[in-house]
């Protein structure tokens, strides 16, 4: 089925921005959810952003509420991640992964690094 690739991962300082991408083969996406999730050492995985593909609807983790957007690109068959305003305690590794309607997750990418400086 859907095999997800993440890119986009990087160092950078605090108040600086990334674009993270993560590009989906093997079939549509139209019926999913895709979501970021990341996770940094001694801390819990948590859900960052996500995105219904069919319609777009979006929502945030608290956190990241104004500084993250998360956006599809369906010609390309990609979702992004632009994080702006980026701070040290946003240091994690990042994945994307995808469900249906009602269901878990149970599509996931390998992951990114981001890393940020203060």
């Known amino acids: 089925q859907v095999q997800l690739v993440e890119s986009g991962g990087g160092l950078v300082q605090a108040g600086g921005s990334l674009r993270l991408a993560c590009a989906a083969s093997g079939r549509r996406l139209s019926e999913r959810t895709i979501g970021w999730f990341r996770q940094a050492p001694g801390k819990e995985r948590e859900l960052v952003a996500a995105?219904?593909?069919?319609?777009?609807?979006?929502r945030y983790a608290d956190s990241v509420k104004g500084r993250f957007t998360i956006s599809r690109e369906i010609a390309k068959n990609t979702v992004y991640l632009q994080m702006n305003s980026l701070k040290p305690e946003d240091t994690a590794v990042y994945s994307c992964?995808?469900?249906?309607?009602?269901?878990?997750?149970?599509?996931w990418g390998r992951g990114t690094q981001v890393t940020v400086s203060s």
């Open positions: 992964a995808a469900r249906f309607s009602r269901a878990a997750y149970d599509t």
């Open positions: 995105v219904q593909w069919s319609y777009g609807d979006t």
